[in-house]
């Protein structure tokens, strides 16, 4: 009986490990169709491109970001745009990757109805994946995980500071 129960509490264990460990770190933000829409190199292509299109020339960032959603949707990720939390627009604006506790920036993908959220907790940048309608799918893919994310948004600091990627001059 005592093998039986420590089995049991070894795999509880292990499950809610798991689970703690692939779920978006940021809320859904509720109402994140009212936030404000910003004006980026990105959003200036207004598309990320094709998965058949020769991405040589673009920065490294782009590349991989390109890559990675080519691994979610045949065709590409299609249409883009980034919003803003209204309460965060002048932070985002600054682009320094000082930004106060809370979600501030999500990156729509309009054709697959995907919302990569980054919110600040303790001054450090989480991640998220949501569906249009709220549901975490963090966990539907590696492409989607919060790692990805933080991997990618940590992994060009010539482009990202702090979770906010983009340039000044955008």
């Known amino acids: 009986m005592g093998k039986i129960k420590h089995a049991i509490l070894a795999l509880s264990v292990i499950f809610w490990v798991a689970s703690a460990n692939a ?3 940021v809320q859904f933000p509720e109402n994140w169709q ?19 299109a020769n991405v040589d020339t673009l920065p490294p960032i782009y590349q991989e970001t390109v890559a990675t959603y080519c691994s979610l949707r045949q065709g590409g990720p299609g249409k883009v745009a980034i ?27 309009k054709g697959m109805k995907v919302l990569f959220v980054t ?23 590696g492409s989607l995980s919060v790692e990805m994310c933080r991997t990618c948004h ?12 983009g340039k000044v001059s955008d």
């Open 119 to 141: 919110g600040y907790k303790g001054g450090k940048a989480q991640y998220g994946a949501y569906t249009e309608n709220g549901k975490d799918i963090s966990t539907a893919s």
């Open 34 to 52: 009212k936030w404000d829409s910003v004006s980026t190199t990105l959003t200036k292509i207004g598309t990320l491109p094709g998965c058949d």
């Open 83 to 109: 919003l803003v939390n209204p309460a965060y627009k002048s932070s985002y604006a600054a682009r320094n990757g000082k930004l106060a506790d809370g979600v501030a920036m999500i990156l729509h993908l």
């Open 154 to 165: 940590t992994g060009y600091t010539s482009f990202c500071i702090n979770g906010q990627c």
């Open 23 to 25: 779920a978006s770190e």
